[in-house]
């Protein structure tokens, strides 16, 4: 049985009360239809009681509960309320979502990124339902005067047997709102879960594929206008002229001016990575006009720093890899010794380009700045850095700034970093009027905060047996030092050393799906495989020899290694096993395996690549995932197909570079990513059901497969790939 405390007080728990009224008609909407039928308008509770700040009840029962993190399309805005019904006992058809204003007194980790929305946010809203629960079965007893112990609650109907006495939670709400906040809540046991487990379709399907507005790019409010920027060609370039006055007779447009985005006082947060001090902005009646007005301009930029290449990039990080570290980031062992000794060496090096986000949804960003407060609405992963560095911007108290959450048509980590909404507070506050700022895919594109770019150095030592004795690995990337030294194979190797390394450039790096992992992964597992063949082993049967050995004698501190062999170990077999793996090609498919640890998951895949034609063809993939309790299956196994096409695609086709600080592919036409015929035909996914607290699950399946990916080419083709894109080594996929 499972107790916990309790950590909001009930005034937190009110205080949600003012922000969270409205949207009930667009809540049935989203619920059951895109337009409300006349029984659901006449359904609609005559009153609202706030229950705690996840939920209020309406008098004829129906249940609003709120979401409160940003929906980038991880579906966190159907799980969440999942968990909380789950605990609350409601039906699932008689629950309303609503997304939950910015609000971090009463909300947790307001933020989509890292895949932690559910682990982090798990108990909170279990608590939340449960202490909702608690309240109305509190108000039950009290008004049939019975024992609360004696009260069950059963899709959203309160009864006590005995006295024979049943009622709705609308019959209760009022009352339940009035009763105190329990110190402590008793939670479900999970093989008592009734949603959480189960199928549950998206709470926005049915305005997505009719085209309701629903992402910030489909704002529009009375007196807005269009806002357009002009950022500099290079990185490593600077504003200094345009002809404003040619522009600013354009039909449609209201101004053309350049705008310091950050001032030298502003406080940036960590989000501002990859903001640009100083643009142009250009305003008018739409974004045509806009478009044409920025066609028109002639800006003329100068050099401030360095104007960085790809070629230089690549023989930076070459020179940083032959290079040694004073102080290795973990050493086991006497690595020196080991390889001295070892039978048979083997060193690789691996190298991934920028990659650029390419989110559906281009950036974009309401506002609507006056004198005495500041509105805000739009797709950012971040929002409350972003009302941090706003404040600071704009002179402005936190609590005279309203950020509301859009939905966001992909984020993939872009959106972390919100400087397009500094952007367009900027521009509104100079206007002095509401405006939207849109980017175009260009904008996009070259002014991104790119996926860095890496390059690692791979060398293992075998012994006679093919056992493996010694393993040291260098990497380094674009401002970024890209290993993680406490991962697999650390612990399961006696002699093992990692060394990182970060070269500084101008061009602007941040999060990309699967920060590090999304490179590193790839990497590792291509270069185990050929370790394994080296030793005369089969690979699943060489990692779990590996895997093995930190269960039943782990080399250095165990508790400093970061994953669980046990865990990892558990996927694998489970993947050999449904792929029906055997070392050999099966139905003349040539196959590749992979295991990874991320974002506190594992996942292991097994990817077949038809070899009939010149062109492999991957033709399926296993996916076997342990990552704790699955709240939505139908969810997951979009998030894993996702990470799977996600990974294929960039690994094999994508990159960006760079000549004289200026990005090479501005759109995609030659910005290449996967297209339908390149996918997968079939994906199959499987989840350890283990009855762990769910860890993380939007990015864990997209690091492994590229790996896997390189191993089934090298099995097809007899080529090993070292470098992505993969399609630039050798066009074998198509």
Sequence with gaps: MTFIKTTYNRRSFLKS????????ILGFSWLASCKPTPEQVSNIPKEWFDINSFLKIGDNGMVTIMSPNPEIGQNVKTSMPMIVADELGVDWKNVIVEQAPLNTDIFQRQLAGGSQSIRVGWSGLRMAGATARHMLVAAAADTWQVDASEITVVAGVISHTASNNSAGFGDMASKAATMPVPEEVKLKETNDFDIIGTDRRNVDGPNIITGKPLFGIDIQE???????????????????????????????????????VYKDDTEKQWSDA????????????????????????????EESSALESTEGHDAALTKLLNTSSKQPARKDGNVASAFKKADKVIERTYSAPFLAHNTMEPMNFYADVTAERA??????????????????????PVEKIDIKMSRMGGGFGRRLYGTFGVEAAVISQHMKAPIKLVYTREDDMTQGTYRPTYKVKYKAGLDKEGNLIAWHVKGAGSNDDLLFENRFPAGAVDNYLAEKFSLETNVTTGAWRAPRSNFVAGAEQAFLDEVAETAGKDPIEFRLELFDRAIKNPVGEPEKNDYDPVRYAGVLKLVRDKAGWDGSKKNGAARGVSAYYCHNS??????????????????????????GIVINPMAAKNQIEGGIIDGIGHATYSEMTFEDGKPQHKNF???????HKEAPKEIESFFVDNGIDPTGLGEPSLPPIIGALANALYKATGQRHYNQPFITEKSVIG
């Design 274 to 301: 990859g903001g640009i001090d100083k643009l142009v902005a250009i305003v008018g009646e739409s974004t045509w006009q806009c478009m044409q007005a920025k066609k028109a301009l002639n800006v003329e930029w």
């Design 222 to 260: 009375e007196g807005m206008m269009i806002a357009m920027i002009v950022h500099p060609p290079a990185f490593g370039m600077t504003y200094k002229s345009m002809n404003a006055d040619a522009v600013k007779s354009m039909p449609g447009i209201k101004d053309v001016f350049p705008i310091d």
């Design 375 to 396: 509105l805000f609405n739009g797709p950012i992963q971040t929002p409350e850095f972003l009302e941090k560095t706003l404040a600071s911007r704009l002179g402005m």
């Design 17 to 24: 009360g003012s922000l969270a009224g409205g949207g009930m």
């Design 602 to 627: 594992y996942v292991a895949q097994v990817l077949d690549l038809a070899t009939d034609t010149k062109s492999p063809k991957v033709t399926k993939v296993w996916c076997a995932v342990d990552c």
């Design 669 to 675: 036409d030659t910005y290449r990513l996967i297209r």
